[in-house]
Antibody
């Protein structure tokens, strides 16, 4: 059974940094593209970042480009999201997701971790 | 950026009724579209990929159709557990975007 377990969320001041982690089990982590998707309180879904399995190429939404960095550690089956220069509008539940093979659609999701950016 | 517009925003129906949800793209996405279901306090769940293919474990009452710019998610006969919010998402190019969602509520 695929399991994705996020950690690292919390309260941070504007301009601060936070690092999210996602522990992946139940599938061959090294063979799947992964992504982060977020959801502001009471709002819809927003794709944040994507990392390819084969060459670790990364893609970012314009709203986070230059501030967030996605990475993966194959040896630890862990996906990470380093978030710098955080803004109030980054407040959201962040979901770790597994992509379907050859398709940027997400067939497994973690339970989410809440990031609150506020002074 | 491809904008996905979902309608209606809210659909009020009774159990056993048929639900028809729409997702319209601002430009063609071919069949590169998926649908998700989200219940309160839970993560989304993939229902449909490739516009019309049910994901693993999804009941046959859920079906998807369409291509290009106009897509439909149909729930043939609503079960109590189907009352939720539904999102569409394209994967045609970057950035990936989601529709604003349709809430299916009990009438």
């Amino acid at each position: 059974e695929v399991q994705l377990l996020e950690s690292g969320g919390g309260l941070v001041q504007p301009g601060g940094s936070l690092r999210l982690s996602c522990a992946a089990t139940g599938f061959t982590f090294s063979r799947h593209d992964m992504a982060w998707v977020r959801q502001a309180p009471g709002k819809g879904l927003e794709w944040v970042s994507y990392i390819y399995a084969d060459d670790s190429k990364t893609v970012y939404a314009d709203s986070v480009k230059g501030r967030f960095t996605i990475s993966r550690d194959i040896s630890k089956n862990t996906l990470s999201l380093q978030m710098n220069s955080l803004r109030a509008e980054d407040t959201a539940v962040y979901y770790c997701t597994k992509s379907m093979p050859s398709a940027a659609l997400f067939d497994s999701w973690g339970q989410g971790t809440l990031v609150t950016v506020s002074s | 950026e491809i904008v996905l517009t979902q309608s209606p925003a809210t659909l009020s129906l009774s159990p056993g009724e048929r639900a028809t949800l729409s997702c319209r793209a601002s430009q063609s996405v071919s069949n590169k579209l998926g649908w998700y279901q989200q219940k309160p306090g839970q993560a989304p769940r993939l229902l449909i990929y490739g516009a019309s293919n049910r994901a693993t474990g999804i009941p046959a009452r859920f079906s998807g159709s369409g291509s290009g710019t106009d897509f439909t998610l149909t729930i043939s006969s609503l079960e109590p557990e189907d009352f939720a919010v539904y999102f569409c998402q394209h994967r045609s190019n970057w950035p990936l975007t989601f529709g604003g969602g349709t809430k299916v509520e009990i009438k």
